[in-house]
Nanobody, 123 residues
């Protein structure tokens, strides 16, 4: 089942989009945060991760060099800047917290925050 959607973003191939994930009543600053994406018919896929301090980031090979994860702990918000988007990257994007500090990138091990954003990349 694909993550439910809170907002939508439509962008053309090669375009850019910035996603935000406010903590909304929770404190994200203590946890490593991830961005994942879930396309219909596929398993959720890890996209990027950032340490609690923001000092360390890591990306899936498929997005490296095009996506940037960042966080503003004062605003309790995590961001994902996406550039040079491709049609196959159409999916629901959502952020998730590694509440147990497990280091896992698997969706089922993480706590998804918010309902996600449907990103549609049109050709």
């Amino acid at each position: 089942q694909v993550q439910s959607v809170e907002s939508r973003g439509l962008v053309q191939v090669g375009g850019s989009l910035r996603l935000s994930c406010p903590a909304s009543g929770r404190t994200s600053s203590s946890y490593p945060m991830r961005w994942l994406r879930h396309a219909p018919g596929k398993e959720p896929e890890f996209v990027a991760t950032i340490s609690w301090s923001g000092g360390s980031t890591y990306y899936a090979d498929s997005v490296k060099g095009r996506f940037t994860i960042s966080r503003d702990n004062a605003k309790n918000t995590v961001y994902l800047q996406m550039n040079s988007l491709k049609p196959e990257e159409t999916a629901v994007y959502y952020c998730a917290a590694d509440l147990d500090y497990s280091g896992s990138y698997t969706a089922s091990d993480l706590d998804a925050w918010g309902q996600g954003t449907l990103v549609t990349v049109s050709s």
